[in-house]
């Protein structure tokens, strides 16, 4: 099994984890205001401070959780609760350590007097191109983030990264204009802003990656034929009367079409 396939188990395997241990919690309230009456939760509660003030909350929930039961309600940081969309970078300190630590609030699990607080966004250097005009080398990299020459390899932005990737390395892939490998090892960020918030060189490494990924993408894979084939069909019009049918359909009609469609098998 190769190094990423290891990670990806051993990722399910933490979350199927914290599921089950969120299945065994009480669920918390939506908002304090909105919520309806529920049962108070049984089980054990510790302490957690979110944003200075301390909260009781059920002892084995994630980081979201126990904000949602501290009375709060997202408006902003919370978006798939799995993991996946990166909206939910938070920073936490446990007592008796000096350490910043990191993570997402909806995969990690509250730890007794967790000092915590989320960075939904983080404010980042954002090159603005055209990417059929920019050409896959170092040149464009240089060009749009000339920060990423500062880089001191101190690999912080690896350790503080939730998706275990080598940051640092699709950094320095980057720097030597080796866009492929930065592509590739930046394949599974999610822009979650965390390795970039513990930067000493202040680079944004997310969006070098998807720089990279762009340019890869864009001017050096090799097309694909059944994708061109498809587009070619569109703008034929073969799907225009499906189109024209769709458009009339009622939600549980659509609803039976959807579960009904064609499906390629796995
Ligand atoms: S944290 Fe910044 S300086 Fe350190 S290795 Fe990563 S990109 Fe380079
Ligand atoms: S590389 Fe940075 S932005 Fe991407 S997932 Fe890792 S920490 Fe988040
Ligand atoms: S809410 Fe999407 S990653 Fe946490």
Do not use: W
Not at 37 to 52: A, D, L, R, V
Not at 152 to 171: F, G, H, I, R
Not at 180 to 192: H, N, Q, T
Request: net charge positive; with cysteine.
């Amino acid at each position: 099994m190769n190094k990423e396939r290891k990670v990806a188990k051993k990722k399910g395997k933490e979350k199927e984890e914290k599921v089950k241990q969120e299945k065994a919690s009480p669920k918390p309230e939506e908002s304090k205001k909105e919520a309806a009456p529920q049962q108070e939760p049984k089980g054990e509660f510790i302490p957690i401070y979110f944003m200075g003030k301390k909260y009781m909350v059920p002892a084995t929930v994630t980081i979201m959780k126990a904000i949602e039961y501290a009375g709060y309600r997202f408006i902003r940081g919370c978006g798939c609760r799995g993991g996946i969309c990166g909206a939910c970078g938070t920073v936490y300190r446990l007592p008796g350590s000096y350490k910043i630590n990191v993570g997402l609030a909806c995969q990690t699990v509250i730890e007794p007097d967790m000092y915590l607080t989320q960075i939904p966004f983080f404010p980042a250097n954002k090159a603005r191109y055209d990417i059929d005009e920019e050409k896959a080398d170092i040149s464009t990299i240089l060009d749009k983030y000339p920060e990423i020459a500062r880089c001191v390899s101190c690999n912080t932005c690896t350790k503080a990264c939730p998706q275990d990737l080598e940051v640092m390395d699709y950094v320095q892939a980057a720097l030597q204009g080796n866009i492929e490998r930065a592509a590739k090892l930046s394949f599974e960020c999610i822009m979650c802003g965390l390795c970039a918030s513990r930067c000493p060189a202040e680079i944004v490494q997310y969006n070098i990656g998807i720089l990279c990924r762009r340019l890869y993408s864009k001017h050096m894979m090799k097309k694909a034929q059944h994708l061109s084939d498809r587009l070619k069909e569109i703008d034929e019009g073969k799907f225009d009367g499906d189109m024209e049918k769709m458009k009339k359909m009622g939600t549980e009609e659509l609803e039976k079409a959807y579960a009904e469609r064609d499906i390629e098998p796995v």
